[in-house]
Nanobody, 126 residues
Framework: QVQLVESGGGSVQAGESLTLSCSAS???????MAWFRQSPGKDREDLAS????????FYRGSVKGRFTISLNNARNILYLKMDSLKPEDTATYYC????????????????????WGQGTQVTVSS
C-alpha cells in the first residue's frame, strides 16, 4: 500500500519562496513521482516529475526555471521548491506516484498516476 502525505503549504507574498514536502510510505519504490496542482475551475496541471532510480527531472509549463523537484530516497520524501512565486501559483498542490509508467515515456503527461496525496494549499498574494 502506498501513502503520500503533502505538507508545507501556506500563504506567502508574491516573489517569496516555499518548499513543499511529500512523505511517502511504500514497500517498493515507484518508478516516477510528480507534483501537480489544481485551482478551482481549472484542470489539474502537471508541474514536474522525477525518476526515482535515475534521478532525472522533467518540468512542464510555466514553472520551468522557478520550481525545483527533488527526492530524498533514503527518507522517501519528495520536495518541490518554489521560487519567485506569483499570485497565479495559488492552487492546491498534490504529489503523485506511479509504478507502471516511467517519467520519460513518450507523452507521459497523458499517462495516469496510480497514487495521490490529499493535497496542500498554497496561496500567493500580490
Amino acid at each position: 500500500q502506498v501513502q503520500l502525505v503533502e505538507s508545507g503549504g501556506g500563504s506567502v507574498q508574491a516573489g517569496e519562496s516555499l518548499t513543499l514536502s511529500c512523505s511517502a510510505s511504500y514497500t517498493d519504490g515507484p518508478v516516477c513521482m510528480a507534483w501537480f496542482r489544481q485551482s478551482p475551475g481549472k484542470d489539474r496541471e502537471d508541474l514536474a516529475s522525477i525518476s526515482t532510480r535515475a534521478g532525472s527531472m522533467f518540468y512542464r509549463g510555466s514553472v520551468k526555471g522557478r520550481f525545483t523537484i527533488s527526492l530524498n530516497n533514503a527518507r522517501n520524501i519528495l520536495y518541490l521548491k518554489m521560487d519567485s512565486l506569483k499570485p497565479e501559483d495559488t492552487a492546491t498542490y498534490y504529489c503523485a506516484a506511479d509504478y507502471s509508467y516511467p517519467c520519460n515515456v513518450p507523452n507521459r503527461p497523458s499517462k495516469p498516476y496510480a497514487h495521490w496525496g490529499q493535497g496542500t494549499q498554497v496561496t500567493v498574494s500580490s
